[in-house]
């Protein structure tokens, strides 16, 4: 019997499995507001099997994007536009979640498949083409380069209050638009992450200096959205476990961090790393796994594991071992949008896996490897 894709219960929300589409940065809005590439690109996971859909980054005010292409929730208006993607995932049986995010120093930059601003005019006028002065904990460059980063501003008490309340806004518009899940973003070197590590907080006054400090806005903020988020569904919180620099955030940090996130009644934190210019990582298979094994296990917290999980054994081990309470994937599910329902043919457990299949697809599968004596219809 498959842990990984049994039923999972957070809260009041009930969840097909325990797979997770990690949220994907697209680039492709105007203004902030999504359009059908945003509809095809995730309609195809809830249509694939996975239990929770979460959306990218989307940016809770203008300066908060990564790019001009960000999705964002400023506007009731770009929240409504997202309800017709909700509306589908729900319809295919699975949760919708949303990452609320600032980019905080690292706004504004390159399209990450452009390198650099080398739009046409014609282009800028398609794309809804805009540059502005981004806004950080510390006025320190995020790095060197073609990519665009720039000279944050240092942000002032009262503009961080607009930022927390901006964050509030942002969850309450997802409400509305039927999200299950709010993601705060607070991980990869953005504003949360930019407050929480030494590396971006050069700070002397009540956020900065010591851990105590530097966690104060980020938990300031998740308190407030944990306030409009409604009781009844699940929050969740994306960190970067450790920066990989020296000096820099460490796990221990980490599970510091997370027992104030349980304090504020966090489900699921989601171990990621990195995001800091200069970091060093072994990247392998499963590689941030251990990260969420011991935020689950030394802190009690709910976890998540990400990062190139990529085989069905794998991610049945990580939620069977007790490593995570869910696994995500971003690049495998590119590669395969039907991962959860391949998982099911290799795992087994279901009585009839076709059935699991849209009802409009589920039926030519099963023909097919019926025809071809695979998988379900097998002899050896
Ligand atoms: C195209 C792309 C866009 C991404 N955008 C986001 C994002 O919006 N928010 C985020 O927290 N992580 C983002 N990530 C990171 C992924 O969610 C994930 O943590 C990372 O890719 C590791 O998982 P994987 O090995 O399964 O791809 C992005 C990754 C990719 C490949």
Redesign the pocket.
């Known amino acids: 019997m498959s842990e990984l894709l049994s039923p999972f219960k957070i809260r009041d929300l009930s969840l097909k499995n325990r797979v997770v589409l990690?949220?994907?940065?697209?680039y492709s809005a105007r203004r902030g507001y999504s359009n059908d590439w945003h509809f095809a690109h995730l309609a195809r996971f809830g249509m694939g099997g996975f239990g929770t859909v979460i959306f990218?980054?989307t940016a809770v005010s203008p300066e908060g994007r990564i790019t001009y292409g960000d999705l964002g929730i400023w506007e009731d208006g770009q929240a409504q536009s997202l309800t017709r993607i909700v509306d589908f995932l729900h319809g295919q049986g699975a949760a919708a979640g949303i990452?609320l995010?600032h980019a905080g120093r690292k706004a504004s930059s390159a399209l990450?498949w452009r390198g650099s601003f080398n739009e046409t005019e014609e282009e800028k006028s398609q794309v809804a083409f805009q540059e502005w002065e981004p806004v950080a904990p510390s006025a320190i460059l995020h790095a060197e380069g073609p990519t665009g980063f720039k000279m944050p501003g240092e942000l002032a008490p009262e503009d961080m209050e607009k930022i927390r309340e901006a964050f509030v806004a942002g969850a309450a518009r997802a409400d509305e638009a039927g999200f299950d899940i709010v993601e705060v973003?607070a991980?990869?070197g953005y504003l949360l992450n930019q407050f929480l590590s030494p590396i971006g907080n050069r700070r002397r006054d009540a956020y900065g200096e010591s851990l105590e400090n530097r966690m104060r806005f980020p938990l300031s903020v998740i308190a407030s959205v944990r306030e409009v988020w409604p009781e009844r569904k699940p929050l969740f919180v994306?960190i970067s476990a450790e920066d990989g620099i020296e000096g820099g955030w460490t796990l221990e940090d980490s599970l510091v961090f997370a027992e104030e996130l349980k304090k504020l009644a966090v489900d699921i934190v989601?171990c990621?790393s990195g995001g800091f210019d200069g970091a060093r990582f072994n990247i392998g298979k499963n590689y941030?796994v251990p990260l969420a094994r011991r935020l689950r296990k030394e802190a009690g917290m709910g976890t998540m594991a990400?990062?190139?999980?990529?085989k069905a054994q794998d991610a049945e081990a990580i939620i069977a071992g007790g490593s995570a309470d869910m696994v995500?994937?971003?690049?495998?599910?590119?590669d395969d949008p039907n991962w959860p329902l391949h998982a099911r043919m290799m795992l087994g457990g279901a009585e009839d896996p076709y059935a699991e299949w849209p009802v409009q697809e589920g039926f030519a599968i099963r023909n097919k490897d019926r025809s071809l004596q695979i998988r379900g219809f097998s002899k050896s």
Request: charged share 15%; hydrophobic share 50%.
């Open positions: 990690s949220p994907m940065c697209q990218e980054a990452q995010a990450w973003h991980a990869h994306r989601v990621s941030q990400v990062g190139l999980i990529t995500a994937l971003a690049r495998e599910a590119l």
